[in-house]
């Protein structure tokens, strides 16, 4: 699958390149899915919060995911690794599937490997996105 440019605003961006720091100067079991978001925030176009699209997953959108394969349909909330409830649907940034969802739009695909093989999701919608609300503080 070809890889897209990526949207962050400015505040995610900040917030994740010190998030970054902070898990690489603690040398937690965390450093691989660090080194992960890395890599995606260097392919991100960075833009002020006003001047997202309403259609990109940011830092604490909702996104409905649709698997390619299976039709399942997933609705998560993308967020820091503090705030993280896999039961309530708030998936870590750090996780693979967070780290995969940052930054994509309403109706782009990705993929991410699993133990399993590769999963294949499109983003079906945003229920809701902070820039688009007008919540810059979140």
Same mark, same amino acid.
């Given at each position: 699958m070809t890889e897209r440019t990526i949207h962050l605003s400015r505040l995610d961006h900040d917030r994740l390149k010190t998030l970054i720091d902070d898990v690489l100067r603690s040398e937690t079991r965390d450093v691989e899915h660090v080194v992960a978001? #890395?890599?995606?925030?260097?392919?991100?176009?960075?833009?002020?919060?006003?001047?997202?699209?309403?259609?990109?997953?940011?830092?604490?959108?909702? #996104?409905?995911?649709?698997?390619?394969?299976?039709?399942?349909?997933?609705?998560?909330?993308?967020?820091?690794?503090?705030? #993280?409830?896999?039961?309530?649907?708030?998936?870590?940034?750090?996780?693979?599937?967070?780290?995969a969802m940052l930054g994509y739009r309403i109706g782009d695909e990705f993929e991410w490997e699993v133990p399993t093989g590769v999963r294949r999701l499109r983003v079906d919608a945003l229920p809701y996105q902070p820039e688009a609300a007008g919540d810059y503080h979140l």
């Amino acid at each position: 699958m070809t890889e897209r440019t990526i949207h962050l605003s400015r505040l995610d961006h900040d917030r994740l390149k010190t998030l970054i720091d902070d898990v690489l100067r603690s040398e937690t079991r965390d450093v691989e899915h660090v080194v992960a978001l #890395a890599n995606e925030m260097r392919r991100a176009v960075v833009l002020p919060p006003g001047e997202i699209p309403g259609d990109v997953i940011t830092m604490r959108s909702r #996104a409905r995911l649709v698997d390619l394969d299976t039709h399942e349909v997933f609705e998560y909330t993308l967020v820091f690794p503090q705030e #993280a409830e896999i039961t309530t649907g708030k998936i870590s940034v750090l996780a693979p599937v967070g780290t995969a969802m940052l930054g994509y739009r309403i109706g782009d695909e990705f993929e991410w490997e699993v133990p399993t093989g590769v999963r294949r999701l499109r983003v079906d919608a945003l229920p809701y996105q902070p820039e688009a609300a007008g919540d810059y503080h979140l």
